[in-house]
T-cell receptor, first 116, second 113 residues
Framework: AQSVAQPEDQVNVAEGNPLTVKCTYS??????LFWYVQYPNRGLQFLLK??????LVKGSYGFEAEFNKSQTSFHLKKPSALVSDSALYFC??????????????FGQGTTLQVKP | DGGITQSPKYLFRKEGQNVTLSCEQN?????MYWYRQDPGQGLRLIYY???????QKGDIAEGYSVSREKKESFPLTVTSAQKNPTAFYLC????????????FGQGTRLTVV
């Protein structure tokens, strides 16, 4: 079965420091991987995706993520955190066997807290 | 966000009542989805629809119903059979194609009173 794990419920980082939000996945075949961000009482906003090609993917607001097939990971990173990055982050996967349904499997989310 | 409108933003339901959450899109996307969000549990799929007049159950469909009479609209009814309906509900749409990205509405927070 397809699954996504975000091992940390919360990540705390000081403003200006690098941040990492971890994600591991389990799918059969090559995955399609996504990161979304959610601010309080709002919908999810797309940050970046990995479909194929370069393992380092760059996205919105200075975020990037590295696809590591051997470790089945897709960690979200940013070189210098901002207080405004504080939000809930979701990793999601769509397996190649999802066919035309396009169903996404979400991790449980990680709250990022950036302190001034 | 953008071309997906969910209404109302907040909804209160009495015990035993059915309520309907609205989701309208102008993105011309074929696929539409309903997710339920509870703290610490991520998003769980309730129902989805890939074309008009067709829809499939997701992982937690019990106590919910949907319809897809128009491409633009995918309303979700929370019935009295749903024993724990208090949650944040998110509607999403998705275009066709490899690597397609899902777009989300702003959500409806449903509370049982």
């Amino acid at each position: 079965a397809q699954s996504v794990a975000q091992p940390e419920d919360q990540v705390n980082v000081a403003e200006g420091n690098p941040l990492t939000v971890k994600c591991t996945y389990s799918v059969s075949g090559n995955p399609y991987l996504f990161w979304y961000v959610q601010y309080p009482n709002r919908g999810l906003q797309f940050l970046l995706k990995y479909i194929t090609g370069d393992n380092l993917v760059k996205g919105s607001y200075g975020f990037e993520a590295e696809f590591n097939k051997s470790q089945t990971s897709f960690h979200l990173k940013k070189p210098s955190a901002l207080v405004s990055d504080s939000a809930l982050y979701f990793c999601a996967v769509r397996g190649p066997n999802s066919g035309n349904t396009g169903k996404l499997i979400f991790g449980q989310g990680t709250t990022l807290q950036v302190k001034p | 966000d953008g071309g997906i409108t969910q209404s109302p933003k907040y909804l209160f339901r009495k015990e035993g009542q059915n309520v309907t959450l609205s989701c309208e899109q102008n993105l011309n996307h074929d696929a539409m989805y309903w997710y339920r969000q509870d703290p610490g549990q991520g998003l769980r799929l309730i129902y989805y629809s890939q074309i008009v007049n067709d829809f499939q159950k997701g992982d937690i469909a019990e106590g919910y119903s949907v319809s897809r009479e128009k491409k633009e609209s995918f309303p979700l009814t929370v019935t009295s059979a749903q024993k724990n309906p208090t949650a944040f509900y998110l509607c999403a749409t998705q275009p066709k194609g490899t690597g397609r990205v899902a777009f989300f509405g702003q959500g409806t927070r449903l509370t049982v009173v």
